[in-house]
């Protein structure tokens, strides 16, 4: 697939939950590479993938968000393109399996999309008939349509639906909403759940107390983590008995400028950083320093301290 240098992608309307990870194209893909080129071309495509346009961020930004020095981050990215994993386009860097993704999903939308409409119509349909009185001249009543058969209405998209009399009935697959699917690809699962019963109670919550339930994953899992014996957890115990709050992560405290300066100050005198109390270092994912403080290499080749000063 050849891309013009002028084409624009956006496809923040359509963000993908998740991503589906082939493993031996990846690796067919980045055999014979170097760690750190492996590292870069990783980061990058997930940050297509999160954002849905192509990356226009300057090179010491991208090279920060990398966590490598801005030389050798152009190198590696010309190597790339060179070997036609990313695409320099006028508006910033893309990758063809980016492109190729979303637009399945935006075609897969679109054929949702048409397939609840011709539902709803049919629907509209089949109600008038029921709704429609008998001719008083008529002696025979009409035959009972499907509508008229009482059911359990489940999820939309989860239902076999006809989109006319003469075609055969197809099942399609049952959507969820964008962030419960996100909550579930992170929260810690065992082959017994039940996605149908945890996105019940999920759509109990309020949007904030979703946001909420989500945040709470990491540190639970930290927690399975140092309980080794410890069973796991019932997403539907998670959300229904609102275990997340005993999880929930403490809100960040307002640090000063001047505080972070002299971190940055001892960062980089060290070349290190103290993720457990600092948080994430520069140019990693999560960081809070002021960016207006940060100078383009901070954050490249720095280990990670046990002990701040």
């Avoid at 029921?130 to 001719?135: A, G, N, T």
């Avoid at 349509?145 to 076999?160: T, Y």
């Avoid at 009399?165 to 810690?188: G, H, I, V």
């Avoid at 940055?264 to 290190?272: C, D, F, I, N, V």
Wanted: aromatic share 10%.
């Amino acid at each position: 697939m050849n891309i013009r240098p002028d084409y624009v992608p956006d496809y923040r309307h359509c963000l993908l939950p998740y991503v589906q990870w082939f493993q031996d194209d990846f690796l067919g893909g980045i055999r014979g590479m170097k760690a750190q080129e492996i590292g870069i071309y990783t980061v990058l495509l997930n940050e297509m993938y999160n954002r849905g346009v192509a990356l226009d961020q300057t090179d010491e930004r991208l090279a920060r968000m990398c966590g490598t020095d801005v030389r050798t981050f152009r190198k590696v990215v010309e190597m790339l393109i060179e070997d036609e994993k990313l695409v320099r386009l006028n508006c910033g860097l893309w990758n063809i399996r980016c492109e190729n993704a979303f637009t399945s999903r935006t075609e897969m939308l679109k054929k949702q999309s048409a397939a609840g409409k011709t539902s709803a119509i049919k629907r509209r349909k089949n109600k008038g008939r029921i709704e429609r009185p008998l001719d008083e001249r008529s002696t025979d009543a009409e035959p009972i349509s499907e509508a008229q058969n009482p059911s359990i209405e489940e999820p939309k998209g989860s239902l076999s639906e006809t989109t006319s009399d003469e075609q055969p009935r197809k099942t399609l697959q049952r959507k969820y909403p964008e962030d419960f699917e996100a909550f579930w690809s992170d929260y810690p699962r065992s082959p017994n759940m039940s996605k149908s019963k945890a996105l019940a109670g999920w759509r109990k919550l309020t949007e904030a107390e979703r946001a909420a339930c989500h945040r709470a994953v990491p540190a639970y899992r930290a927690f399975l983590a140092s309980k080794a014996d410890h069973p796991t957890m019932h997403a539907t115990t998670f959300i229904n008995e609102r275990r997340f709050e005993g999880f929930a992560p403490e809100p960040p405290k307002r640090v000063d400028e001047a505080v972070w300066l002299k971190r940055l100050t001892y960062g980089r005198s060290k070349g290190g950083w103290f993720t457990g109390q600092w948080g994430p270092a520069p140019g990693q994912v999560g960081c809070t320093v002021p960016e207006h403080l940060l100078k383009p290499d901070d954050g490249a080749g720095w280990r990670e301290m046990e002990k701040a000063a």
